[in-house]
């Protein structure tokens, strides 16, 4: 159980932002929110994780709501290589990495 | 850097055997966990072992077994395979248990005729 929430898929234009979205209400204080993707055929790839602050690294930013029960990953252009299932899921010291179904990514040129 | 290595990249057993999979994390990495991956379940936590010590186990059957090695590589054995084992097994590793992301390995594609 990740005990997160996400559609399950979205579609994007190439080269315009994404924005994927997660809800995680019951998240405790010591939670990292994390986000992983898995291409076709490949395993999973870590993305970014955040604990209170926005992120930002070369693949993506996260944006974490203030009272931390949703948070948005941001593709700043989708590229067609960005198509993928996207996770969202939390890790803390007493609980496992778990994921749920994620979102789907479809990316149209 | 060498990523997370895992071995073999395929394999196929018979019903009733048992299998051990392996799985080298990235060196510096004290974190391993396992997860099993199929299309009708989707990505389901296995096992997460830190400095030796299994500290969660998911909700597989005790034919699942699991270990880690003091240099932090780990193994994982099924034994009495079943068609339903037919599986990728995935593998990550982490330096610690929070703080940072999970590097994946590619996996074994375990396939029980």
């Known amino acids: 159980d990740a005990k997160t929430t996400q559609p399950n898929s979205m579609e994007s234009n190439e080269e315009e932002p994404v924005h994927l979205p997660c809800n995680h209400s019951t998240i405790s204080g010591t939670d990292y929110i994390h986000w992983y993707r898995q291409l076709p055929s490949q395993g999973p790839e870590y993305v970014i994780h955040g604990l209170t602050s926005n992120v930002n690294n070369r693949m993506a930013s996260l944006a974490i709501a203030e009272d931390r029960k949703s948070s948005t990953l941001i593709l700043h252009r989708a590229t067609l290589r960005d198509a993928a299932v996207y996770y969202c899921?939390?890790?803390?010291?007493?609980?496992?990495?778990?994921f749920g179904k994620g979102t789907r990514l479809s990316v149209i040129a | 850097k060498a990523g997370v290595t895992q071995t073999p990249r395929y394999l196929i057993k018979t019903r009733g055997q048992q299998v051990t999979l392996s799985c080298s994390p990235i060196?510096?990495?004290?974190?391993v966990s396992w997860y099993q991956q199929t299309p009708g379940q989707g990505l389901q936590f296995l096992f997460e072992?830190?400095?030796?010590?299994?500290?969660n186990k998911g909700n597989f059957p005790g034919r699942f077994s699991g270990r880690q090695f003091s240099n932090s590589r780990s193994e994982m054995n099924v034994s009495t395979l079943e068609l339903g084992d037919s599986a990728l097994y995935l593998c990550a590793s982490s330096p610690r248990l929070t703080g940072y992301g999970y590097t994946f390995g590619s996996g074994t594609r375990l396939t029980v005729v």
């Open positions: 060196s510096g990495h004290r974190s």
């Open positions: 899921t939390r890790l803390s010291g007493n609980t496992p990495l778990v």
């Open positions: 072992y830190f400095s030796e010590t299994q500290r």
